[in-house]
């Protein structure tokens, strides 16, 4: 089993939809969650940290669920520039630690 | 805008020959990063360092080797390129921040192919 699996879509959705990721992650000790997004043939850039309590960021907000090892990403009202692969970042350790990374989310923003 | 730095951005270059990527970083981060990512395909760790003389293989096999003489500067050496080490190398470098989630910083990375 893959230490962090995604939906690989593509998700293909109209300007204006709600669309939520999924990301499961099989390491019960990691500590630290994150959302990266990248755009096509660009390097990963951060979209948000995940934390205990969920939070939001305008359009964004992201869940973690630590019993059933499961964090989400819903992007409200999207819209065209939202357009790129979204990859669920896991961290063993809190500051220290590698970063795994999820195959990534392609979503796809169509007017 | 993170400061770090990888160059050539593309290489296209002949098998068996050694090439080396850069990769730099101003941001004096001690720990540093090499993924390799095919199209369309995930992210693998190949490489990464704690700080200077530090050096560790990742998660996916490479034949590509690393060196980490200075904080700033993480560069990866193919001694001898095949048309399979084709793909795409991302540097990147972060700085553990004690109670936070650590971000890591991407370069824009390597596009190398080998024929």
């Known amino acids: 089993r893959k230490e962090v699996e995604q939906d690989p879509g593509p998700f293909n959705v109209p300007e204006g939809a709600t669309v939520a990721f999924n990301c499961t992650y099989s390491?019960?000790?990691?500590?630290?969650f994150f959302w990266y997004r990248q755009d096509c043939r660009k390097e990963p850039k951060l979209l948000m940290s995940?934390?205990?309590s969920g939070n939001e960021d305008g359009r964004f907000t992201a869940q973690l669920n630590r019993a059933s090892q499961y964090i989400s990403l819903l992007i409200r009202d999207s819209k065209l520039s939202d357009s790129a692969t979204y990859l669920c970042?896991?961290?063993?350790?809190?500051?220290?630690?590698?970063?795994?990374f999820g195959k990534g989310t392609k979503l796809s923003v169509k007017p | 805008e993170a400061d770090i730095y990888q160059t050539p951005r593309y290489l296209v270059i002949g098998t068996g020959k050694k090439i080396t990527l850069e990769c730099s970083q101003t941001?004096?981060?001690?720990?540093m990063y090499w993924y390799q990512q095919d199209p369309g395909m995930e992210l693998h760790l190949i490489h990464y360092?704690?700080?200077?003389?530090?050096?560790e293989k990742g998660d996916l096999s490479s034949e590509s080797t690393v060196s980490r003489i200075r904080t700033e500067h993480f560069p990866l050496t193919l001694e001898s390129a095949r048309p399979s080490h084709t793909s795409q190398y991302l540097c990147?470098?972060?700085?553990?921040?004690?109670?936070?989630?650590?971000?890591?910083?991407f370069g824009q990375g390597t596009r190398l192919t080998v024929v």
């Open positions: 390491n019960s000790a990691s500590q630290s």
């Open positions: 995940v934390y205990s």
């Open positions: 941001m004096g981060h001690d720990k």
């Open positions: 990147a470098s972060s700085a553990p921040t004690p109670g936070l989630n650590t971000e890591a910083f």
């Open positions: 970042v896991v961290n063993k350790k809190r500051s220290q630690g590698n970063l795994i």
């Open positions: 360092s704690y700080g200077v003389n530090s050096t």
